[in-house]
Antibody
Framework: QVQLKESGPGLVQPSQTLSLTCTVS????????VHWVRQPPGKGLEWMGR???????DYNSALKSRLSISRDTSKSQVFLKMNSLQTEDTAIYFC???????WGQGTLVTVSS | DVVMTQTPVSLPVSLGGQASISCRSS???????????LHWYLQKPGQSPQLLIY???NRFSGVPDRFSGSGSGTDFTLKISRVEPEDLGDYYC?????????FGAGTKLELK
């Protein structure tokens, strides 16, 4: 069945770079786009960006200068890298397959010194 | 960016009653291909969001027919009839017609 699972550090220091991995199973990354969505504690959802089945990427303009999404199709993994983290980047980070019918469980990233 | 205005913020309901949530977009969500990419999600506490309705009015697999979506252009509605305890949580609309995709701010469905 379709599964997605996020992994990465739970704590990142301010100004550092966040690196997250989304490992998928039950489908091929060359057939579906995978997106990243985040949710600050107690707040709403924010679309961050996507990597399409063909490998091209699109980003939220508010994050574009700091965000990079890539993948390794042989490992069924999608990567998120975001630099210059600040406390307001503290959130649960989800990966999801469009039209967001399948989600990972999310991973909480806290930005703090 | 397309602004999704979702109302109400909070919606107290009685079990067995009906609920209606509105989502209005700052511009038309009709794509150049003729489709309208407006979707609805429910997020229960501590869980990932779950897809209820895609492209305005299509129920996702396994979603009860108590959930229905309607609307066009910039004005959309999610209706829940015969509310059950498992329906409680935060509802979000999402538009994926225009980049960046944008969510509504959410509606908390709670017991009256």
């Amino acid at each position: 069945q379709v599964q997605l699972k996020e992994s990465g550090p739970g704590l990142v220091q301010p100004s550092q770079t966040l690196s997250l991995t989304c490992t998928v199973s039950g489908f091929s990354l060359t057939d579906y786009s995978v997106h990243w969505v985040r949710q600050p504690p107690g707040k709403g959802l924010e679309w961050m960006g996507r990597i399409q089945s063909g490998g091209s990427t699109d980003y939220n303009s508010a994050l574009k200068s700091r965000l990079s999404i890539s993948r390794d199709t042989s490992k069924s993994q999608v990567f998120l890298k975001m630099n210059s983290l600040q406390t307001e980047d503290t959130a649960i980070y989800f990966c999801t397959r469009y039209p967001f019918a399948y989600w990972g469980q999310g991973t909480l990233v806290t930005v703090s010194s | 960016d397309v602004v999704m205005t979702q109302t109400p913020v909070s919606l107290p309901v009685s079990l067995g009653g009906q609920a209606s949530i509105s989502c209005r977009s700052s511009q038309s969500l009709v794509h150049s291909n003729g489709n309208t990419y407006l979707h609805w999600y429910l997020q229960k506490p501590g869980q990932s969001p779950q897809l209820l309705i895609y492209r305005v009015s299509n129920r996702f697999s396994g979603v009860p027919d108590r959930f229905s979506g309607s609307g066009s252009g910039t004005d959309f509605t999610l209706k829940i009839s015969r509310v059950e305890p498992e329906d409680l949580g935060d509802y979000y609309c999402l538009q994926s017609t225009h980049f960046p995709y944008t969510f509504g701010a959410g509606t908390k469905l709670e017991l009256k």
